[in-house]
């Protein structure tokens, strides 16, 4: 097959309250990544994945775009954990699937209530087998976040020359780049526990399809964190306070990991299921010491995920799974 014009180039991007981070590919493939690149946000520009300062944010989207020479550039983009809903739902089985989200979104404040309005809805339904065709319902997976928040971040995009082309939930970026390295197996759990230097994101996945997700903001702020770039372009965080805080805090969240691991296992399954390795990453440092704490406590098997373009940062690895997404611009699907 003779190609009439060469893949575009798009800017794959992540942003958190503190961080950006890019990865420039085309297309899909992650051998033709040009660029992997992370910078520190000014403070008080982004808090809890919503824009604050929509000017400052322009500029400083203005002039990364400058430096790293990426005008008129496609672009992915994560919706930021902190606003997204994941629920399970009953779809009646009549409706066809061009159909699904509109009418989910007349359910909107009748039959369904989000804490924001109005929401961006995307609702999968795996394949079905025969049995559940003839049911009155099939069972399906709605993402929901706040349309205003949305649209800032377009918005930006587009004023910075940017074609926003697709948005997604960060664990399915995440799990797709897993399952290119590893070759997830059908039957098995996974649960990725993200660590992040200001939350903690965990996901669990059967059947490559998500189960579960839950955000949570951790017991630290931002002036507890410094960076340095002195030796390297990638973004090394040390903790300011004593490190026993630091401690405490990841205590508490191992605490937390297990109690998620019981529900699942024993309040959703009761006990007929349950997670059966644990996928670890994150901007965190001193990954291999959790990892180390995880096994100890809940005796399963531990993975940390790492980049494999350019440096094996485990803080890159969302990117580069949004990098591996086709050129759909269907946000939720993986």
Not at 81 to 94: A, F, G, W, Y
Not at 280 to 301: F, N, R
Request: one cysteine or more; a negative charge; charged letters at 25%.
């Amino acid at each position: 097959m003779f190609l009439l014009s060469k893949p575009k180039r798009v800017v794959n991007i992540m942003i958190d309250d503190y961080v950006i981070r890019i990865a420039e590919n085309k297309g899909h493939d992650l051998t033709t990544i040009r660029l992997l690149e992370e910078r520190e946000l000014p403070r008080d520009l982004i808090q809890h994945g919503k824009i604050i300062d929509e000017l400052r944010f322009y500029q400083f989207m203005k002039e990364l775009v400058h430096y790293w020479k990426l005008k008129h550039r496609e672009v992915r983009f994560y919706v930021p954990n902190s606003l997204v809903i994941m629920r399970h739902v009953d779809v009646p089985s009549e409706l066809e699937t061009e159909a699904i989200n509109t009418y989910f979104m007349e359910e909107v404040g009748k039959s369904i209530h989000f804490p924001f309005s109005p929401p961006l809805l995307d609702v999968f339904v795996p394949n079905m087998n025969q049995e559940q065709t003839e049911q009155a319902t099939k069972k399906g997976i709605l993402f929901a976040a706040p349309e205003e928040e949305i649209l800032k971040y377009v918005g930006v995009f587009e004023d910075v020359g940017w074609t926003p082309i697709a948005f997604e939930i960060q664990p399915l970026g995440v799990f797709r780049y897993f399952h290119h390295q590893y070759i997830a197996q059908h039957e098995k759990v996974y649960l990725l526990f993200e660590c992040n230097l200001l939350s903690t994101n965990i996901s669990i996945f059967y059947r490559h399809l998500p189960e579960f997700i839950r955000f949570q903001q951790l017991n630290l702020q931002r002036a507890d964190w410094q960076a340095d770039t002195k030796y390297s372009k990638d973004l090394n965080w040390s903790f300011v306070p004593e490190v026993e805080i630091w401690n405490q805090v990841m205590g508490d969240e191992l605490t937390e990991l297990q109690r998620i691991m019981d529900f699942y296992r024993y309040s959703l399954y009761k006990g007929e299921k349950t997670v059966e390795a644990i996928i670890l990453y994150g901007d965190m440092p001193h990954l291999s010491s959790i990892a180390e704490k995880i096994k100890a406590s809940v005796s399963i098997s531990v993975t940390i995920l790492r980049g494999n373009v350019e440096n094996e940062n485990t803080a890159f690895v969302p990117v580069l799974g949004l990098a591996l997404k086709g050129d759909t611009a269907n946000a939720s699907r993986h």
